[in-house]
């Protein structure tokens, strides 16, 4: 499928943002969404919705299959073993609090050690130092080399007998670059310490491998996936789900509830309290079936060219610093521009309709490492080109001379 016949599967760039085309260069934060999901929403709410996993009746029972008939896609997927490894979540926030508070409870205790890296989201370091100070944990953080990598090396050099869980990044949200996952993965599966792997930014961009990459817990955002807000995915191998008790209680993740006792159900079902969200799950099939259809080899060969021309036009331009230079690198350009602030960058960027980020990402501690409170970040996804690039480009210079630079 060609560039041109992707971006038509996208709507919103029939819209003129201050009179411009719309540039988005901010898939990291949020993907846009193919026509196929909107449609899939509307036509579920529409014909065919009822919650699910409750009732008898037809629209009960087509709701539910279609929410399952998503379950067992996202296992083929992401290749995971079982479909009970699969569990629908609000984010991928969300699974990572799951884990942290499940999983954390019932197998971390005082004293025992948690590695995470200086790369990591807010949301893959909240929820352990939640823990950290529950149980009395200690948290350890995984030193970046002067290109911000994260080295197998680092992390190894911080296990002990005492780590009970290695939570990382698959690509950072600031620099783009690529984990070394599999040899991390190896290397705590040797020493039988589980790892958890915030999927956010890798998913959207890398083919997933359940079961060759070997992780035991993976979570993923379906927003950044072009799917709809409001869901996530959290992988969980069986032998770990069976185990943990439930996140939260509520109306269907039990089995019995008694006055005296309550028994919960099986995985998934105990990990999903409540009423899911039905229309975005069943949407998000629409989602798989569009990076499927396109391919994951299509989607890197678009957005490495795209990547690499927007790397070597922006060190041109001696204004610019880019953050970081990992070798192994995907969708992500943070950048500043000395003498500009990055929220002034990105104001003045959306005056020729040209959407970015800036700010800290999320990410305050490899900020603080760096040694600036804020970057621009430009992120790509399936739908951008060069010529976004050259746009981007313009745009900049625009800001430069507002600035007087």
Same mark, same amino acid.
């Given at each position: 499928?060609?560039l041109?016949q992707?971006?038509?599967n996208?709507?919103i760039?029939?819209?003129?943002?201050?009179?411009?085309?719309?540039?988005?260069?901010?898939?990291?934060?949020s993907s846009?969404?193919?026509?196929?999901?909107?449609?899939?929403?509307?036509?579920?709410?529409?014909?065919?919705?009822?919650?699910?996993?409750?009732?008898?009746?037809?629209?009960?029972?087509?709701?539910?299959?279609r929410?399952?008939?998503?379950?067992?896609?996202?296992?083929?997927?992401i290749?995971?073993?079982?479909?009970e490894?699969?569990?629908?979540?609000?984010?991928?926030t969300?699974?990572?609090?799951?884990?942290?508070n499940?999983?954390?409870?019932?197998?971390i205790h005082?004293?025992?050690e948690i590695?995470?890296t200086?790369l990591e989201?807010?949301?893959n370091?909240?929820?352990w130092?939640?823990?950290?100070?529950?149980?009395?944990?200690?948290?350890?953080?995984a030193?970046?080399?002067?290109?911000?990598?994260?080295?197998?090396?680092?992390?190894?050099?911080?296990i002990?007998?005492?780590?009970k869980?290695?939570?990382?990044?698959?690509?950072?949200?600031?620099t783009?670059g690529?984990t070394?996952?599999?040899?991390?993965?190896?290397?705590?599966s040797?020493?039988?310490i589980p790892?958890?792997?915030?999927?956010?930014q890798?998913?959207?961009?890398?083919k997933?491998?359940?079961?060759?990459?070997?992780?035991?817990?993976?979570?993923i955002?379906?927003?950044?996936?072009?799917?709809p807000?409001? $869901?996530?995915?959290?992988?969980?191998?069986?032998k770990?789900l069976?185990?943990?008790?439930?996140?939260?209680?509520?109306?269907?993740?039990?089995?019995?509830?008694?006055?005296?006792?309550?028994?919960?159900?099986e995985?998934?079902?105990?990990?999903?309290?409540?009423?899911?969200?039905t229309?975005e799950?069943?949407?998000?099939?629409?989602? /798989?079936?569009?990076?499927?259809?396109?391919?994951?080899e299509?989607?890197?060969?678009?957005?490495d060219?795209?990547?690499?021309?927007?790397?070597?036009?922006l060190?041109?331009?001696?204004s /610019?610093s880019?953050?970081?230079?990992p070798?192994?690198?995907?969708?992500?350009i943070s950048?500043?521009?000395?003498?500009?602030?990055?929220?002034?960058?990105?104001t003045i $960027?959306?005056?020729d309709?040209v959407?970015?980020r800036?700010?800290?990402?999320?990410?305050?501690?490899l900020?603080?490492?760096?040694?600036?409170?804020?970057?621009?970040?430009?992120?790509i996804? $399936?739908?951008?080109?060069?010529?976004?690039?050259?746009?981007?480009?313009?745009?900049i210079?625009?800001?430069?001379?507002?600035?007087?630079?």
């Amino acid at each position: 499928m060609k560039l041109d016949q992707i971006k038509k599967n996208f709507p919103i760039f029939k819209k003129k943002i201050n009179g411009s085309s719309l540039i988005y260069l901010d898939s990291a934060n949020s993907s846009q969404k193919p026509k196929s999901v909107i449609d899939r929403m509307s036509y579920f709410y529409e014909n065919e919705f009822s919650n699910v996993g409750r009732s008898v009746h037809s629209l009960a029972v087509t709701a539910t299959n279609r929410f399952e008939e998503t379950r067992d896609l996202v296992k083929r997927f992401i290749n995971a073993k079982h479909r009970e490894e699969i569990i629908f979540t609000k984010g991928a926030t969300e699974g990572i609090n799951l884990v942290a508070n499940s999983y954390g409870d019932k197998f971390i205790h005082k004293g025992d050690e948690i590695i995470l890296t200086e790369l990591e989201h807010h949301s893959n370091y909240v929820p352990w130092h939640y823990l950290r100070n529950r149980k009395k944990a200690v948290i350890k953080f995984a030193k970046i080399n002067e290109n911000l990598e994260i080295k197998v090396d680092e992390i190894k050099k911080l296990i002990t007998n005492k780590t009970k869980m290695i939570a990382i990044t698959h690509i950072s949200n600031v620099t783009g670059g690529i984990t070394p996952l599999k040899e991390i993965i190896d290397l705590a599966s040797s020493k039988n310490i589980p790892v958890l792997v915030d999927g956010t930014q890798g998913a959207p961009h890398l083919k997933l491998d359940m079961q060759k990459l070997g992780c035991d817990f993976y979570v993923i955002s379906c927003h950044k996936m072009y799917g709809p807000n409001g $869901l996530g995915i959290l992988y969980g191998k069986k032998k770990w789900l069976d185990v943990m008790p439930p996140y939260q209680g509520g109306g269907g993740m039990i089995d019995e509830v008694k006055k005296e006792n309550i028994t919960f159900a099986e995985s998934p079902t105990k990990f999903e309290a409540g009423t899911m969200q039905t229309a975005e799950v069943v949407a998000f099939s629409e989602s /798989i079936k569009l990076l499927e259809k396109i391919g994951y080899e299509k989607i890197t060969e678009i957005e490495d060219e795209v990547l690499r021309y927007g790397i070597d036009k922006l060190k041109k331009n001696n204004s /610019i610093s880019l953050i970081g230079e990992p070798k192994n690198k995907a969708s992500v350009i943070s950048f500043n521009i000395k003498g500009i602030h990055p929220h002034d960058i990105a104001t003045i $960027l959306d005056d020729d309709g040209v959407a970015i980020r800036a700010g800290h990402h999320c990410c305050q501690i490899l900020h603080e490492k760096i040694g600036v409170p804020a970057t621009a970040r430009a992120s790509i996804g $399936l739908y951008n080109s060069k010529d976004d690039i050259d746009v981007l480009l313009n745009a900049i210079n625009k800001c430069k001379k507002v600035f007087k630079l």
